[in-house]
């Protein structure tokens, strides 16, 4: 708690954007930390041309209209944050045996361990595991809840089960974080806006990386504004029990001298080096957690224009940084990680992001807005999306890479020019229980599009999908989005190859169209509800209207259709529709479905298979 707030000026910090207050702002925190005080910037351009040191027990708060302006520093910081809290990690000893779920773990009893009760450690394996993005650790951040000890072996007990199973050899590491600090009410300002570079190159290399806590513990960012910082703003890597919340992040789109073309051209431009949008430098990341973060809220930010508004990754290595070396270790998986009532408007590629080194992450309440691709990209597992909102992207949320046990819960996908929800799902692989329930689409190409590009005559995956209770209304199937195999339904599924069981269940499907550019001859490859390839598929309680055609299914091995209704359809020959090679008519069952047309009213149950 602190007790009271010191003035910035109090050591010698100007204030006035012209003098450079590197070495009073650095030694103000000096004399603060450590003695609950704080350190209070009232209103001025604070001009630093060198980087700060964060230490613990520290209490940072700006007047609102504090300005902490790095723009005119002569170098990009390359090589470590601008403003770096930074603890330490030490080896303390090897796990003797394996270890999962709720087990203590005893230790080599040639190992001497410093750790005690309540000490912070990281769990990592001893080998990389491979992934989607290259080579991880597994591992966890943990706390020691209590230890007991005989004349050989020691016992540790810790406060939460663990999230992966580790095998012999598994590394300990005592944490000593840089703990119980807080930065309040401040704008940080980089060089972004007035920098032209003058280089060519297709890599993400320039650009400062801003604030960055590293192992840190009760580290809080609040109400802060940062802009211009080309490469990062905030980043928390391997810390525990942390928070951004109330911060505003914008950065303007950057130019460069390109030395082949002889001009300066945006980044996105496409001739010269052929820099693209998603390649684009022009700020990666807005917030990012990273490195087996454990028990983070990130709540109420905004962020405008980057490729990544928030960022769930790992690094391989870390830049020198404080005395932390590139072979310091990198402990993978981040857990309990939670995105609240934040909004993302303008990114280059995904405004959401958890990349496959993550675990129980929950988006809740979020919006991503004119989205240059994805408003959500989820690449692991124990996923929760609820309440969110994706408007005008490319694709509303994606699932792809080794995804598993996902909820998608009362969201909205406004005017998706792909997909509302697209799973580029692996039919090799567990996908364990996907749901997607009481969710809202309106226009767009398609709502619902869950695919796999293999076909395997030994199919090892399994999983269930429950599709139940969302409303879609106005897809329209486009001559580009047919050719490109995209735009097949208003819920498109097409699993080859896999026992995949796939429940389709009250859902509300009204005016999916076909333009009219469209080919219309290619059988029953585009329907409301299109299947393609799929193993077993229960159509229960839907309602499907004003279409084309109702249902679509293509060498689709097992269908049973219950108690739809399919209403004010356009022809009674387009309600439901089976073909395929080497299938077995005793293997679709319809019973209790009711059906009209726009002309005739309702009539009796009527099906065209062939086979």
Known sequence: MVKYFRNVKEFGAIGDGKTDDTRAIQNAIIQVAGNDGGLYFPNGNYRID?????????HIKGSGEACLDFSQRKYFSTDRYLIAGVGAATEVARIKSTLKGT???????????????????GLASPEKQVSEGGSIQLGELARIQ??????????????????????????VYKINPIEDVTLEGLHFKGKGKNSVYRETTKKMDIGDFGIGIIYGENVHVKDCVFNDLDRLHLEFKSCYQFSATGNYHYTQKLTYFDTKLNRVRSFTEKDGDDFTTTNSPALQYQIRVADACYDGYISN???????????????????????????????????????????????????????????HILFNGCRAEAGWAYGFDFRSDHITMKNCVATECMYGAILRGP?????????????????GIIFGGDSEQDHGEVIISDNYFEAGLQGIYLYSSLANSTPKGSGHFLIKDNVLIGMTVTKEGYSKHWGRGAI?????????????????????????ETPQNDGNNVASVFLRGCDVVLL???????????????????????????????????????????????????QNNSYSTVETGSF????????
């Not at 009796?604 to 086979?611: A, G, L, N, P, Y």
């Open 604 to 611: 009796s149950e009527f099906t065209k298979i062939t086979i």
């Open 403 to 419: 995804f598993s046990n996902v909820f998608i819960k009362n969201n909205e996908f406004i005017r998706s020019a792909h997909s």
């Open 301 to 359: 930010c905004y962020g405008e224009g980057s490729r990544h508004m928030f960022n769930l990754g790992y690094s391989d290595s870390w830049f020198a940084d404080g005395g932390i070396s590139k072979e310091q270790p990198v402990f993978g998986f981040s857990h309990h990680i939670n995105i609240i009532n934040c909004v993302s408007t303008g990114s280059t590629l995904a405004a959401f992001a958890s990349h496959d080194c993550s675990q």
């Open 492 to 516: 498109c599924i097409s699993y080859l190859g896999a026992p995949y069981q796939f429940n389709i269940m009250d859902n509300y499907l009204d005016r999916f169209q076909i333009s009219p």
């Open 50 to 58: 060198g980087s700060i040191d964060l230490l613990s027990k520290l």
């Open 146 to 171: 209590a230890i007991s000890a005989d004349a050989i072996e020691r016992v540790y007990r810790m406060t939460h089960e663990y999230h992966h199973s580790y095998p012999t050899d598994t590394i």
């Open 103 to 121: 087990d203590a773990f005893t230790i080599h009893p040639n190992k001497v361990s410093a750790l005690k009760e309540g000490d912070l450690i």
């Open 540 to 590: 229960k309680n839907n309602t499907i209207s004003r279409t084309t055609k109702g249902i679509g299914a293509d060498n689709t091995r097992e269908m049973t259709l219950l108690d739809n209704v399919f209403k004010q359809m356009e022809s009674i020959n387009q309600v439901v529709e089976v073909s395929g090679k080497n299938l077995n008519k005793n293997s679709y069952f319809l």
